[in-house]
């Protein structure tokens, strides 16, 4: 087995902001390049249903599916399979959980998991993904609330 990845961080607003920004607002902090079409006039959506999908329309109306939504418990939990460029049967699993700390605080609690489903390429594909929610996490957390976060640490376990 590849241990997942975990990741833990506060940012300051409460869980309903940090669910809506993860959610509704994503198209507003995801970096054009951690997209399939790196272009940066393109919107990413999230639909807000179990079952909805996920994915970036560029400007041309292009689609690219990147994962689909299995938990929906606003403002608590969200997770989805997740395929950002690899096929749908390789999905891995995301599931986000939205702990409040303080009516301005947020502990946000992140495990990337399922890497065994994709064989010999499993534990490479962990240690990219892991790189690529450090650097995508601080737009997330400044999207919030305009800063860096409480402390600009993002924890992360089995490293």
């Not at 689609?63 to 950002?84: A, I, S």
């Not at 998991?113 to 400044?142: A, M, V, Y």
């Amino acid at each position: 087995m590849i241990e997942p990845l975990t990741l833990t961080f506060e940012v300051r607003c409460s869980a309903e902001r940090a669910f809506q920004v993860w959610s509704e607002r994503i198209s507003q902090w995801w970096p054009a390049d951690h997209t399939v079409s790196g272009e940066g006039d393109l919107q990413v959506i999230l639909e807000g249903r179990v079952g909805g999908r996920i994915f970036e329309r560029t400007k041309a109306g292009s689609e690219f599916e990147w994962g689909e939504v299995t938990v929906w418990d606003p403002p608590r939990r969200l997770g989805y399979l997740w395929h950002l460029r690899r096929d749908r049967a390789d999905a891995t699993e995301v599931e986000i959980t939205f702990v409040p700390q303080r009516s301005d605080a947020t502990r946000v609690e992140i495990e990337h998991r399922g890497w065994e489903k994709l064989g010999s390429d499993g534990q490479t594909w962990r240690d990219r993904n892991f790189g690529g929610w450090q650097t995508l996490l601080p737009h997330f957390i400044l999207a919030t609330t305009g800063s860096a976060g409480t402390d600009g640490h993002i924890g992360a376990g089995g490293t």
